[in-house]
């Protein structure tokens, strides 16, 4: 049997992709230090879907399954010691990273985050790549890092996966073939700490050979996967808050209770989204095909499409009803961009991707229907603001 073992497995994709690879015979173990759910504490913000404990959910797993899930609790990011030897303890086949402060917003809030952000992203990165080494282990790692190392400008090509063919002129006028990443553009504290960790890999992958996939997903929608659905205690989250909400959640919830659809800006970012259920099932792809010891990095773009946000306000609103306002943007990005980004190799593994006008509104209203008594209407607006100049406002309607 296969071990794999999460890191971050409490969270919004580590808990579904944990349930998705237990389901499917893996020996899977969970090292989380519940870190999202103090987050929650400290912004008076929750999941509009009620979550239970994480012994609850592991207990009510194992009754419905047959089989167990390992758990430790462990800062990643802290206690190295811990960490050392709950991999050496469970030893895995695989670990799955996904213990890293994830949003952009929160790690823009002030300096406090900011530095919070930083230090448990990269420190936990670290952390895990220095004990594989210390034990001296073949361990493959599968990060989950995001599509915004790349940046939001308009690049004006399809940007590749992960590395860039780039021919230099040498001091003899003949030109050299190299294979570069390809150049990143973080766009907050949070997607600067995603795009150190590709060098930490590059690094790792090439000193101590370690077998590393970096996966760039694009924003993720949905809430349910075919294992959280099997049972109320196993609800995955769905957070609709300023902060940890994506655009569409934000925009279905707010279409259910009647407010506007805020649109930041002129509403031309273009973003990559995939669906939740994708994501677990690109994890599994991605442990079944790791690199070999000595290999580059692999990198996967984790997405399925792109759409501009005024775009996916516009479906919505036919969708509901519901009316959109268009506000400052808080962000220090491009009003308007083009986004065209290669997933070839997913596809090629057998990746066939839920689209957002297949299963969008259907699949995601039955969680906001069912516990919109549990919105806070307080918690909606975003609350970073990305340059201490910036006072956001409404702009036009």
């Not at 990060?143 to 090509?157: F, N």
């Amino acid at each position: 049997m296969r071990s794999v073992l999460v890191l971050g497995g409490d969270g919004f994709c580590g808990w579904p992709t944990a349930l998705h690879l237990s389901a499917r015979g893996y020996r899977v173990g969970i090292i989380d230090n519940l870190s999202r759910r103090h987050i929650d504490d400290e912004m008076g913000a929750g999941s509009l879907s009620p979550i239970t404990s994480i012994r609850e959910r592991l207990d009510i797993w194992r009754d419905i399954s047959g089989q167990q899930i390992d758990y430790f609790f462990i800062d990643v990011a802290r206690d190295f010691h811990s960490l050392r030897d709950a991999i050496e303890i469970f030893a895995p086949d695989t670990v799955v990273h996904f213990a890293e402060q994830r949003s952009a917003p929160y790690s823009m809030t002030n300096s406090s985050h900011k530095r919070y952000t930083m230090e448990n992203n990269i420190g936990g990165t670290n952390n895990l790549l220095t004990a594989i080494v210390d034990l001296a282990k073949s361990i493959h790692v599968v990060h989950l890092g995001t599509t915004g190392v790349y940046g939001y400008a308009s690049a004006g090509v399809e940007i590749p996966e992960g590395y860039l063919d780039v021919l230099i002129k040498a001091h003899d006028n003949d030109f050299v073939k190299r294979s570069i990443l390809f150049p990143t553009s973080p766009g907050s504290v949070y997607h600067l700490t995603k795009s150190m960790d590709q060098l930490i890999f590059q690094y790792y992958a090439h000193n101590d050979r370690l077998p590393i996939t970096d996966l760039h997903q694009g924003i993720v929608w949905g809430t349910q996967t075919e294992e959280t659905r099997q049972h109320d205690g196993l609800v995955n989250r769905f957070d609709y808050d300023g902060d940890y909400g994506t655009v569409l959640n934000r925009f279905l919830m707010q279409a259910v209770v009647g407010h506007a659809l805020t649109v930041h800006g002129t509403g031309g970012q273009t973003r990559a989204f995939i669906n939740i259920q994708d994501t677990v099932r690109c994890v599994q792809l991605a442990i079944d095909n790791p690199p070999q010891p000595g290999d580059r990095v692999k990198i996967f773009n984790q997405v399925a499409e792109t759409k501009r946000v005024r775009d996916l306000a516009e479906m919505i609103a036919a969708m509901t009803g519901a009316r959109i306002a268009y506000v400052d943007n808080p962000r220090n990005e491009d009003a308007e961009n083009d986004l065209l980004m290669s997933n070839a190799a997913f596809r090629s593994l057998g990746l066939d991707p839920i689209l957002l006008r297949e299963q969008l509104f259907g699949e995601t209203m039955e969680i906001v229907e069912r516990f919109k008594s549990r919105y806070n209407p307080k918690m909606v607006a975003a609350r970073s603001l990305w340059t201490r100049n910036h006072r956001p406002g409404l702009v036009k309607e």
